[in-house]
């Protein structure tokens, strides 16, 4: 299983915040932050997006982190992704 695809299936090296860390680009950060912040009605600042993918080890965005469900439920039955 490809270690960038997420436990949802979504494919993280996709993803801006993925990319922006990635590639250590600030620029991507505030972009990412103000649509992200506008699309979800919630503060989202620049230095909140830091990811290095759902799977892999290493930083991740809070929400990926703490609060995806499909993500908890597949680590907790040790399954690669929701579909199994």
């Known amino acids: ?6 436990f949802c299936g979504l494919d993280c090296e996709q993803c801006d915040a993925y ?32 990811c290095e993918g759902c799977r892999a080890d290493g930083v991740k965005l809070i929400y990926c982190e703490k609060y995806c469900e499909i993500r908890q439920c597949a680590l907790k039955k040790n399954m690669n992704n929701c579909g199994e």
Do not use: C, F, G, V
């Not at 600030?26 to 830091?50: G, V």
């Open 19 to 50: 990319i922006a860390t990635a590639n250590n680009d600030d620029a991507l950060r505030e972009k990412t932050a103000k649509a992200w912040s506008e699309l979800y009605n919630s503060p989202i600042k620049p230095e909140h997006i830091n």
């Open 1 to 6: 299983m490809k270690e960038l695809l997420a």
